[in-house]
Nanobody
Framework: QVQLVESGGGLVQAGGSLRLSCAAT????????MGWYRQAPGKQRELVAF???????TLADSVKGRFTISRDNAKNAVYLQMNSLKPEDTAVYYC??????????????WGQGTQVTVSS
Protein backbone atom coordinates (compact mmCIF):
# COMPACT_ATOMS: atom_id res chain seq x y z
CA GLN A 1 0.00 0.00 0.00
CA VAL A 2 1.22 3.48 -0.88
CA GLN A 3 1.15 6.02 1.92
CA LEU A 4 1.69 9.76 1.91
CA VAL A 5 3.36 11.05 5.05
CA GLU A 6 3.06 14.76 5.78
CA SER A 7 5.03 17.00 8.09
CA GLY A 8 5.80 20.65 8.70
CA GLY A 9 2.58 22.05 10.10
CA GLY A 10 2.48 24.15 13.20
CA LEU A 11 1.54 27.43 14.83
CA VAL A 12 2.93 30.68 13.45
CA GLN A 13 2.14 34.37 13.72
CA ALA A 14 0.70 36.29 10.81
CA GLY A 15 3.45 37.13 8.36
CA GLY A 16 5.45 34.05 9.23
CA SER A 17 6.43 31.07 7.12
CA LEU A 18 6.07 27.31 7.14
CA ARG A 19 7.26 24.59 4.81
CA LEU A 20 5.10 21.50 4.40
CA SER A 21 6.55 18.23 3.19
CA CYS A 22 4.89 15.11 1.85
CA ALA A 23 6.72 11.92 0.95
CA ALA A 24 5.19 8.88 -0.68
CA THR A 25 6.27 5.46 0.53
CA UNK A 26 5.58 2.01 -0.86
CA UNK A 27 6.10 0.28 -4.14
CA UNK A 28 5.75 3.10 -6.65
CA UNK A 29 6.22 2.92 -10.37
CA UNK A 30 5.65 6.60 -11.05
CA UNK A 31 4.03 9.64 -9.49
CA UNK A 32 2.21 11.89 -11.92
CA UNK A 33 0.33 14.86 -10.48
CA MET A 34 0.81 16.05 -6.91
CA GLY A 35 -0.91 18.76 -4.96
CA TRP A 36 -1.94 20.32 -1.69
CA TYR A 37 -5.48 20.84 -0.47
CA ARG A 38 -6.72 22.47 2.69
CA GLN A 39 -9.88 22.41 4.74
CA ALA A 40 -10.83 24.95 7.36
CA PRO A 41 -13.58 24.32 9.92
CA GLY A 42 -16.98 24.73 8.35
CA LYS A 43 -15.58 25.07 4.84
CA GLN A 44 -15.17 22.86 1.81
CA ARG A 45 -11.85 21.28 1.04
CA GLU A 46 -10.13 23.41 -1.58
CA LEU A 47 -7.19 23.06 -3.90
CA VAL A 48 -4.25 25.19 -2.80
CA ALA A 49 -1.52 24.22 -5.25
CA PHE A 50 -0.92 21.65 -7.94
CA UNK A 51 2.14 20.46 -9.83
CA UNK A 52 2.09 18.05 -12.74
CA UNK A 53 4.74 15.69 -14.06
CA UNK A 54 6.19 18.44 -16.27
CA UNK A 55 6.63 20.75 -13.23
CA UNK A 56 3.83 23.02 -14.37
CA UNK A 57 2.26 24.57 -11.30
CA THR A 58 -1.12 26.00 -10.46
CA LEU A 59 -1.93 28.08 -7.39
CA ALA A 60 -5.20 29.19 -5.93
CA ASP A 61 -5.76 32.92 -6.31
CA SER A 62 -5.79 33.34 -2.55
CA VAL A 63 -2.19 32.14 -2.22
CA LYS A 64 -0.55 33.45 -5.39
CA GLY A 65 2.59 35.40 -4.62
CA ARG A 66 2.86 33.83 -1.17
CA PHE A 67 2.99 30.04 -1.62
CA THR A 68 5.24 27.90 -3.81
CA ILE A 69 4.80 24.24 -4.66
CA SER A 70 7.72 22.06 -5.73
CA ARG A 71 8.54 18.39 -6.08
CA ASP A 72 11.53 16.07 -5.79
CA ASN A 73 10.94 13.04 -7.96
CA ALA A 74 13.97 11.18 -6.59
CA LYS A 75 12.41 11.34 -3.13
CA ASN A 76 8.79 10.91 -4.25
CA ALA A 77 8.10 14.12 -2.39
CA VAL A 78 6.16 17.34 -2.79
CA TYR A 79 6.63 20.53 -0.79
CA LEU A 80 4.62 23.64 -0.08
CA GLN A 81 6.55 26.74 0.96
CA MET A 82 4.14 29.13 2.64
CA ASN A 83 5.24 32.72 3.20
CA SER A 84 3.42 35.80 4.46
CA LEU A 85 0.90 33.61 6.20
CA LYS A 86 -2.48 35.04 7.12
CA PRO A 87 -5.03 33.90 9.68
CA GLU A 88 -7.25 32.93 6.75
CA ASP A 89 -4.67 30.26 5.85
CA THR A 90 -5.50 28.35 9.03
CA ALA A 91 -6.63 24.87 8.01
CA VAL A 92 -5.70 21.23 7.85
CA TYR A 93 -3.49 20.75 4.81
CA TYR A 94 -3.64 17.50 2.87
CA CYS A 95 -1.17 16.15 0.36
CA UNK A 96 -2.55 14.39 -2.70
CA UNK A 97 -0.75 12.36 -5.34
CA UNK A 98 -1.76 10.41 -8.41
CA UNK A 99 0.40 7.30 -8.29
CA UNK A 100 1.08 4.48 -10.72
CA UNK A 101 1.51 1.34 -8.63
CA UNK A 102 2.33 -2.28 -9.31
CA UNK A 103 -0.40 -3.89 -11.33
CA UNK A 104 -2.82 -2.32 -13.78
CA UNK A 105 -4.03 0.57 -11.66
CA UNK A 106 -3.22 4.19 -11.06
CA UNK A 107 -4.76 5.83 -8.00
CA UNK A 108 -5.13 8.99 -5.99
CA UNK A 109 -3.71 8.89 -2.47
CA TRP A 110 -4.15 11.31 0.41
CA GLY A 111 -1.90 12.24 3.27
CA GLN A 112 -3.14 12.20 6.85
CA GLY A 113 -3.32 15.98 7.09
CA THR A 114 -1.18 18.46 8.97
CA GLN A 115 -2.56 21.39 10.95
CA VAL A 116 -1.49 24.91 10.08
CA THR A 117 -2.58 27.61 12.49
CA VAL A 118 -1.82 31.28 11.89
CA SER A 119 -2.43 33.64 14.77
CA SER A 120 -3.13 37.34 14.43
Amino acid sequence: QVQLVESGGGLVQAGGSLRLSCAATGIIIRIDDMGWYRQAPGKQRELVAFINSADITTLADSVKGRFTISRDNAKNAVYLQMNSLKPEDTAVYYCNAHVKVMGPGSYNYWGQGTQVTVSS
